[in-house]
């Protein structure tokens, strides 16, 4: 237990350290505003145009640093951020648009789900970070009033105005800005959201018997034709099997078998151990997809196996956080790398600021895992 709470404080000093004030120093924009996308490789920020979900990202990634004890700025760099976001992206209807110039002209004002998940997840951020009057409350009802009038699919779930497929992934993230939600507010729309989309998910994306989750869909949810119905990615295995697990708990129920079975499928197909690290994608049929690895799914297998005490016990965390810290070995610390290709080679480019948002949950998930170990001594 030493090794793994040496592992975690190396891995807690870098972030709070290094990672939170690069992106606070060098990553907020202080002209216009708000957060840049990527910072290159000799820290300076490159000015591309601002997704939602990143500026969400970052709010959420400073409030929760401050939870977790650091000392730094959060309250400040969160507010930063959502400033920017209510100050651009919120449309006439209450929706989010995805995209817009540096200076807040919009570039895409589709309704795209997935936008309007980390909307509302920034929104709980704001309501944390500011308390009752803030008016974050308001404006995440009414989102979530706008998804269930307009956007509400006639068996369950959301769709969107993107015209692509329909996707289990944007439903994970507003089951995660619902259960932020139930947290700080006892609105029942929020527990009726989660519990849908957990329903869903049980129903219609993971599979019963082996734990696969698929990622898209027909419009009748049911699978996708083609190679896009059978893909599965390990890194929302992980992370379905976590946010479940903490749906179980908010809501007093007994935990989904479905947590162990994604999980495991994950475990058994989507982890290259030589390389220590969970790879991009698989197939339905647990053959390889995409054998890269990207820095998130590090995190996501992180928290999945923070809810799994074999996981701590038998060394798999271990591997896990070695996997995640491999993507830290830059030039200029508190940067990271972003994919390592098949042949185990990190790809050099800027690195994006929207991997701050898994890294904290990582570390968050450790810290609690911490406090157990130390209660069980």
């Known amino acids: 237990m030493t ?13 709070f350290d290094a990672a939170l004030p690069l992106w606070w120093q060098r990553g907020a924009d202080r002209i216009n505003g708000g957060f840049y996308e990527k910072i ?11 997704r939602l979900r990143v500026i969400a990202r970052q709010a959420y990634s400073y409030c929760e640093a401050g939870r977790l004890g650091w000392y730094g700025p959060w309250r400040e760099a969160s507010l930063w951020a959502l400033e920017y976001l209510g100050g651009h992206f919120v449309a ?30 920034a929104f709980a951020t704001g309501q944390r970070c500011e308390g009752a009057g803030s008016q974050w409350d308001d404006r ?11 956007y509400a699919h006639p068996y369950a779930g959301y769709r969107d105005d993107t015209g692509s497929s329909l996707q289990s992934n944007p439903h994970m993230h507003l089951l995660e800005a619902a259960m932020a939600w139930m947290v700080i507010d ?23 018997k082996t734990g696969a989750l698929r990622e898209f869909f027909a419009s009748d949810w049911s699978p996708a034709s083609g190679v896009e119905g059978r893909i599965v990615e390990p890194g929302h295995q992980y992370e379905w099997a976590f946010l479940l697990n903490r749906w179980a708990s908010l809501t007093d129920r007994e935990q989904p078998a479905a947590v162990h079975r994604l999980i495991a499928f994950a475990d058994a197909h989507g982890v290259d151990h030589q390389r220590k690290v969970a790879i991009n994608s698989l197939l339905i049929d647990g053959s390889v997809n995409d054998a890269k690895a990207r820095l998130w799914p590090q995190t996501e297998r992180i928290r999945a196996y923070a809810i799994d005490d074999t996981a701590i016990a038998g060394g798999r965390m271990q591997q896990a956080i070695d996997g995640l810290m491999r ?8 940067l990271w790398f972003d994919q390592l290709t098949s042949s185990d080679k990190m790809i050099i480019e800027p690195s994006p600021a929207s991997s701050l948002y898994h890294i904290v949950g990582a ?13 069980t001594v």
């Not at 006439?92 to 936008?115: K, Q």
């Not at 995440?140 to 307009?150: D, I, P, Q, S, T």
């Not at 570390?363 to 209660?375: G, P």
Request: glycine share 6%.
């Open 3 to 15: 090794l793994i709470s040496n592992k975690i404080a190396s891995l807690r000093e870098w972030l």
């Open 40 to 50: 290159d490789a000799d820290g300076t920020p490159l000015d591309f145009p601002r």
């Open 92 to 121: 006439h209807d209450g929706t989010v648009v995805s995209l817009v110039a540096p200076d807040g002209t919009v570039l895409d004002s589709r309704m795209d789900l997935y936008n309007q998940a980390f909307a509302l997840l």
């Open 140 to 150: 995440a009802k009414r989102l979530r009033n706008r998804l269930n009038e307009a």
């Open 186 to 208: 006892q609105d029942p729309g929020w527990r009726k959201m989660a519990d849908q989309i957990v329903t869903l998910a049980l129903d219609r994306f993971i599979d019963g």
């Open 327 to 334: 993507y830290f070995e830059t030039k200029l610390r508190g």
């Open 363 to 375: 570390v968050a998930e450790l810290s609690e895992v911490e406090l157990r170990m130390t209660r």
